[in-house]
């Protein structure tokens, strides 16, 4: 499967965005979705992810609250609404794949599809 994300900016402290991930090819089979971020100098982590069905979702503590991830099936596509952003918040986001569909991974090596990246600058 190849991912696509979409959806960065540049947006001030306090606004939103919304990026969204699409898949394409190997969508007939199921997937866990996430999103990963990576700030200059530092290592790529964990942001939110849900499993296929979207029934279960999860986050990083410093986005609880914040960013809520959603899944539209029928459109192969993963979001994630990201409201109250803050500078630290600046990254590249990735999207990621991975076929073990049922619970939500944060480790980043269990994910076997990535998508390219998509740059979000919050400014102060």
């Known amino acids: 499967v190849q991912l696509q994300a979409s959806g960065g900016g540049l947006v001030q402290a306090g606004g939103s965005l919304r990026l969204t991930c699409a898949a394409f090819?190997?969508?007939?089979?199921?997937?866990?979705v996430a999103w990963f971020r990576q700030a200059p100098g530092k290592e790529r982590q964990f942001v939110a992810g849900?499993?296929?069905?979207?029934?279960?979702?999860d986050y990083a503590d410093s986005v609880k609250g914040r960013f809520a991830i959603s899944r539209d099936i029928a459109k192969n596509t993963v979001n994630l609404q990201m409201n109250s952003l803050e500078p630290e918040d600046t990254a590249v986001y990735y999207c990621?794949?991975?076929?073990?569909?049922?619970?939500?991974?944060?480790?980043?090596?269990?994910?076997?599809?990535w998508g390219q990246g998509t740059l979000v600058t919050v400014s102060s």
């Open positions: 090819g190997g969508t007939s089979s199921k997937y866990a």
């Open positions: 849900t499993t296929w069905s979207g029934l279960s979702t």
């Open positions: 990621a794949a991975t076929a073990t569909f049922y619970i939500v991974q944060t480790a980043e090596i269990q994910y076997n599809y």
